[in-house]
C-alpha cells in the first residue's frame, strides 16, 4: 500500500466512518494516504457497505522518468 496516494471511501451509512478511520489507520500505519469520505445513498452491490477508489503512483516508473 506504500503507493497509495489518494483514496476515496463512499459509505451508505455515515455512522461507520469511525471504523473505516480505525481501518485506515491500522493498514496506512505510516505516511497516510490522502483521502475523502463520502456518504451515498446506494452502492452498485446492494449487500456493501462501503466502497474504496484508490489511486496508486508506482514509484519505479515515476523514478524512471
Excluded at 493498514?27 to 456518504?39: D, K, M
Amino acid at each position: 500500500f506504500a503507493d497509495v496516494v489518494k483514496i476515496t471511501f463512499y459509505l451508505t451509512d455515515i455512522r461507520h466512518k469511525s471504523r473505516v478511520w480505525e481501518a485506515r489507520k491500522e493498514i496506512f500505519a505510516g505516511a497516510r494516504p490522502s483521502s475523502t469520505l463520502v456518504e451515498v445513498v446506494h452502492l452498485v452491490d446492494p449487500d456493501a457497505l462501503v466502497e474504496i477508489d484508490a489511486i496508486a503512483i508506482s514509484r519505479s516508473v515515476a523514478a524512471a522518468e
